[in-house]
Antibody, heavy 118, light 111 residues
Framework: EVQLVQSGAEVKKPGESLKISCKGS????????IGWVRQMPGKGLEWMGI????????RYSPSFQGQVTISADKSISTAYLQWSSLKASDTAMYYC???????????WGQGTLVTVSS | QSVLTQPPSVSAAPGQKVTISCSGS????????VSWYQQLPGTAPKLLIY???KRPSGIPDRFSGSKSGTSATLGITGLQTGDEADYYC????????????FGGGTKLTVL
């Protein structure tokens, strides 16, 4: 069974750094893209970027380029999303999802709620 | 402002049929496959339709998808109260900075 399990909720202060994770199991982690999707409170889905764990090829949405860093450690089947300096506007639910051949997101993690507040 | 345009809300009675539209352009829907996602309240999105009209295993045939030109449509027949959710269309955008784009989402109310 394909599963993506994300790390737990985080509460941070503006300016702090953060790295959240997404662990894949039940499939060949290095053979599928992993994408990250943001959902701000009461809003829709926004695609942030993707990584191919097999060779770490990474692509970002123009809206998120330079704002976050996506990485992966294929030895432990885990993808990451990180911020170097959080802002209050980063408060959102973040989902990872397996992206099939750049076409669709077929399996989703349960989401990680990030709250940034002073 | 989302790249793909969906109606904010639709509603219908149990047992009825509803359609949700998704409008884009030649750089996205017009030249790429469309997928649809269902997000039940408080849960993660779930893939409902991929490659314009294919259903993943376990998705009932009450759900269907179609695409014509730069628009796509999700159809749901035999509406159930459990279908109340937000529905999103998505596709690849082949513009200079290629990336996935979603519609703004449509809230389905089953009256």
């Amino acid at each position: 069974e394909v599963q993506l399990v994300q790390s737990g909720a985080e509460v941070k202060k503006p300016g702090e750094s953060l790295k959240i994770s997404c662990k894949g199991s039940g499939y060949s982690f290095t053979s599928y893209w992993i994408g990250w999707v943001r959902q701000m409170p009461g809003k829709g889905l926004e695609w942030m970027g993707i990584i191919y764990p097999g060779d770490s090829d990474t692509r970002y949405s123009p809206s998120f380029q330079g704002q976050v860093t996506i990485s992966a450690d294929k030895s432990i089947s885990t993808a990451y999303l990180q911020w170097s300096s959080l802002k209050a506007s980063d408060t959102a639910m973040y989902y990872c999802a397996r992206q099939w051949n750049l076409r669709y997101l077929d399996y989703w993690g349960q989401g990680t709620l990030v709250t940034v507040s002073s | 402002q989302s790249v793909l345009t969906q109606p904010p809300s639709v509603s219908a009675a149990p047992g009825q049929k509803v359609t949700i539209s998704c409008s884009g352009s030649s750089s996205n829907i017009g030249n790429n496959y469309v997928s649809w996602y269902q997000q039940l309240p408080g849960t993660a999105p779930k893939l409902l339709i991929y490659d314009n009209n294919k259903r993943p295993s376990g998705i009932p045939d009450r759900f269907s998808g179609s695409k014509s030109g730069t628009s796509a449509t999700l159809g749901i027949t035999g509406l159930q109260t459990g279908d109340e959710a937000d529905y999103y269309c998505g596709t690849w955008d082949s513009s200079l900075s290629a990336h996935v784009v979603f519609g703004g989402g449509t809230k389905l109310t089953v009256l």
